[in-house]
């Protein structure tokens, strides 16, 4: 190790007998998960929101107005009572609440909390630990609906946003991202519109994660910069509040309902007495800001370079990973990195994951994933020039309908225009199964790259139930050209969030910024950043190979779009 690296990690050693806690607020439950010094796991615990709290009549978390489409809401009074009920069922096992030296948390993206006029002063500092935290905070909100990150009712607030502010592109080189339904920004333009005097009784608008940290603090807690970036109101390279994007785009006296930025690696506080009383928290446990999941998923797989990635497959497939150049345009998202104040993260976001690959299964392979794989292993790499795009569901990465497109593009390696590519109306099913796997990581490395990802990764950690196919890991390997490993534990955010925790104890003993690579250096052999190598970078020649045939499978999906695209901001 050289000597900086060395002394960054002498600085980065955590008192041996603390712990730290990180909770993730998601849409369907409330995890904690508590870490101790060498970042070894030492207890979790859940709250299942529909079966343990069923007097807020929640299905999957959330409420779906049925009488506005696309409108999809939770109470933000269930998450309160959620934070009271993890906590109990931790002191029913007399866990030791004493040893906790900082707790942070990761909140579901985009979702908004508002908060009443008059609560700061006469609530929320005002927190008695002989009542409940909920009952003193029932009449706390202006709506009792806080909209999610799953609402998309705010087509028509996407437009007039990204039209305000120059079109679609210039709203996504200054705020990271072009407008999109679920985030914030739109949601609160829509609330000023077609709920005036709500905005109006609203002294304070905080996101699922400052809402959740202002709970812990009794007081009202910052909205970190990384989260903030999923707004559509902050100068993302700045990390300021966007004048223009909030009080000409938005709505009026947006800023002062907002507050101040922080940085997600500083203290929002130290912890409420009521918490102290109640539990037996340490009066001088630090509350770190908490930041979004997918921010906190980032930290948690132990993503600490440029060049490292995450790839999640699940019911909808999820690309993140750090860079230093980011290159926002019409596609994906950029967040500042919340454990690295110098890079960011930037995230790709498919309809189209497990319910497509199942769709395929189903029809091809009689609904047998063995069956899927074989017929994998009938066809070679690079599947003959077979080319296939599969949408279940509308995707938006690209911007297409429902639909299949084949196309036969004869020598990938050698042909030059897409021109020559022969749309067929269909394949054989191992030709289906390989030009759908094939297919869905070609785009997955297209779309990073154009993001701003370095490429060839410097290695891809991949989650989701469909990471445990090992010949998808092999696939994914060779297309990416670079190492691929598994972690197969499901509960990335609040893991993350505990290192968060104690990433941002460190920062604050060190009065410095401390890279979080010196924090995880000193982690134990059996802590929870170890992974798995699973597949190795395939050979160069073939990896050369796959680059030529994702050029022309980019160029077959530009005509795609400019074909059939849709103008969807979802
Ligand atoms: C990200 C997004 C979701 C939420 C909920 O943009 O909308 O991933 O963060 O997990």
Same mark, same amino acid.
């Given at each position: 190790?050289?000597?900086?690296?060395?002394?960054?990690?002498?600085?980065?050693?955590?008192?041996?007998?603390?712990?730290?806690?990180?909770?993730?607020?998601?849409?369907? %439950?409330?995890?904690?998960?508590?870490?101790?010094?060498?970042?070894?796991?030492?207890?979790?615990?859940?709250?299942? +929101?529909?079966?343990?709290?069923?007097?807020?009549?929640?299905?999957?978390?959330?409420?779906?107005?049925?009488?506005?489409?696309?409108?999809?809401?939770?109470?933000?009074?269930?998450?309160?009572?959620?934070?009271?009920?993890?906590?109990?069922?931790?002191?029913?096992?007399?866990?030791? +609440?004493?040893?906790?030296?900082?707790?942070?948390?990761?909140?579901?993206?985009?979702?908004?909390?508002?908060?009443?006029?008059?609560?700061?002063?006469?609530?929320?500092?005002?927190?008695?630990?002989?009542?409940?935290?909920?009952?003193?905070?029932?009449?706390?909100?202006?709506?009792?609906?806080?909209?999610?990150?799953?609402?998309?009712?705010? +087509?028509?607030?996407?437009?007039?946003?990204?039209?305000?502010?120059?079109?679609?592109?210039?709203?996504?080189?200054?705020?990271?991202?072009?407008?999109?339904?679920?985030?914030?920004?739109?949601?609160?333009?829509?609330?000023?519109?077609?709920?005036?005097?709500?905005?109006?009784?609203?002294?304070?608008?905080?996101?699922?994660?400052?809402?959740?940290?202002?709970?812990?603090?009794?007081?009202?807690? %910052?909205?970190?910069?990384?989260?903030?970036?999923?707004?559509?109101?902050?100068?993302?390279?700045?990390?300021?509040?966007?004048?223009?994007?909030?009080?000409?785009?938005?709505?009026?006296?947006?800023?002062?309902?907002?507050?101040?930025?922080?940085?997600?690696?500083?203290?929002?506080?130290?912890?409420?007495?009521?918490?102290?009383?109640?539990?037996?928290?340490?009066?001088?446990?630090?509350?770190?800001?908490?930041?979004?999941?997918?921010?906190?998923?980032?930290?948690?797989?132990?993503?600490?370079?440029?060049?490292?990635?995450?790839?999640?497959?699940?019911?909808?497939?999820?690309?993140?990973?750090?860079?230093?150049?980011? &290159?926002?345009?019409?596609?994906?998202?950029?967040?500042?990195?919340?454990? /690295?104040?110098?890079?960011?993260?930037?995230?790709?976001?498919?309809?189209?994951?497990?319910?497509?690959?199942?769709?395929?299964?189903?029809?091809?392979?009689?609904?047998?994933?063995?069956?899927?794989?074989?017929?994998?292993?009938?066809?070679?790499?690079?599947?003959?020039?077979?080319?296939?795009?599969?949408?279940?569901?509308?995707?938006?990465?690209?911007?297409?309908?429902?639909?299949?497109?084949?196309?036969?593009?004869?020598?990938?390696?050698? &042909?030059?225009?897409?021109?020559?590519?022969?749309?067929?109306?269909?394949?054989?099913? %191992?030709?289906?199964?390989?030009?759908?796997?094939?297919?869905?990581?070609?785009?997955?490395?297209?779309?990073?790259?154009?993001?701003?990802?370095?490429?060839?990764?410097?290695?891809?950690?991949?989650?989701?139930?469909?990471?445990?196919?090992?010949?998808?890991?092999?696939?994914?390997?060779?297309?990416?050209?670079?190492?691929?490993?598994?972690?197969?534990?499901?509960?990335?955010?609040?893991?993350?969030?505990?290192?968060?925790?104690?990433?941002?104890?460190?920062?604050?003993?060190? *009065?410095?910024?401390?890279?979080?690579?010196?924090?995880?250096?000193?982690?134990?052999? /059996?802590?929870?950043?170890?992974? *798995?190598?699973?597949?190795?970078?395939?050979?160069? /020649?073939?990896?050369?190979?796959?680059?030529?045939?994702?050029? *022309?499978?980019?160029?077959?999906?530009?005509?795609?779009?400019?074909?059939?695209?849709?103008?969807?901001?979802?």
């Amino acid at each position: 190790m050289a000597s900086k690296a060395k002394a960054a990690a002498a600085a980065a050693i955590l008192p041996h007998d603390a712990l730290f806690l990180g909770f993730d607020s998601s849409t369907q %439950s409330l995890k904690a998960t508590v870490v101790d010094a060498k970042l070894r796991i030492v207890t979790s615990e859940i709250v299942h +929101f529909d079966s343990e709290l069923p007097h807020y009549k929640t299905k999957d978390g959330v409420h779906r107005d049925l009488s506005e489409n696309g409108r999809v809401t939770a109470p933000a009074l269930m998450w309160v009572e959620a934070l009271e009920c993890v906590l109990d069922k931790l002191k029913k096992r007399s866990f030791p +609440f004493e040893a906790i030296k900082a707790v942070s948390g990761s909140g579901q993206q985009h979702g908004s909390v508002y908060w009443k006029k008059d609560t700061l002063n006469s609530k929320l500092q005002k927190l008695s630990h002989l009542e409940s935290l909920h009952g003193q905070l029932q009449d706390a909100f202006s709506t009792i609906h806080s909209p999610i990150w799953m609402d998309s009712s705010t +087509f028509v607030q996407c437009k007039e946003i990204e039209e305000a502010l120059g079109g679609a592109v210039a709203l996504s080189l200054l705020t990271g991202s072009r407008a999109h339904e679920r985030y914030t920004g739109p949601q609160i333009r829509k609330l000023y519109q077609t709920q005036k005097e709500v905005y109006e009784n609203t002294e304070r608008i905080s996101l699922v994660s400052s809402f959740m940290a202002s709970l812990l603090v009794g007081d009202y807690v %910052s909205i970190d910069y990384s989260d903030a970036a999923g707004m559509n109101l902050m100068d993302f390279k700045n990390r300021i509040w966007s004048h223009v994007a909030l009080e000409v785009a938005t709505a009026p006296h947006l800023e002062e309902k907002l507050g101040p930025l922080a940085p997600p690696h500083a203290v929002a506080g130290v912890i409420n007495p009521f918490f102290v009383e109640r539990y037996d928290f340490s009066a001088d446990c630090l509350v770190i800001q908490w930041s979004g999941d997918n921010l906190c998923s980032l930290a948690g797989l132990a993503l600490d370079h440029p060049g490292d990635v995450a790839v999640s497959l699940g019911t909808s497939d999820t690309v993140f990973g750090i860079t230093t150049n980011p &290159l926002p345009g019409l596609e994906g998202h950029i967040f500042p990195n919340c454990v /690295d104040p110098h890079s960011y993260m930037v995230m790709l976001v498919y309809k189209n994951g497990s319910l497509t690959r199942e769709e395929v299964r189903d029809r091809c392979a009689d609904g047998s994933w063995d069956h899927f794989n074989k017929l994998l292993d009938e066809t070679s790499p690079l599947n003959d020039g077979k080319v296939g795009f599969f949408y279940k569901y509308p995707e938006i990465l690209p911007p297409l309908p429902v639909g299949v497109h084949r196309f036969c593009v004869k020598e990938a390696e050698s &042909l030059d225009d897409v021109a020559e590519a022969q749309e067929v109306l269909a394949f054989d099913p %191992s030709t289906e199964v390989r030009s759908l796997v094939e297919g869905q990581f070609l785009s997955m490395k297209t779309h990073s790259q154009r993001i701003g990802m370095p490429m060839p990764p410097k290695r891809i950690i991949a989650t989701g139930g469909a990471s445990a196919n090992h010949r998808l890991l092999v696939l994914m390997a060779t297309i990416f050209g670079c190492d691929v490993y598994t972690a197969q534990r499901t509960d990335s955010a609040s893991l993350g969030a505990a290192f968060r925790a104690a990433h941002g104890w460190l920062c604050n003993d060190q *009065k410095d910024f401390v890279p979080i690579a010196s924090m995880f250096a000193n982690a134990a052999e /059996d802590g929870a950043i170890q992974f *798995k190598l699973s597949a190795h970078a395939g050979p160069n /020649d073939l990896q050369a190979k796959f680059a030529a045939l994702a050029k *022309k499978r980019a160029e077959l999906e530009h005509m795609l779009v400019a074909k059939y695209g849709a103008n969807s901001t979802l």
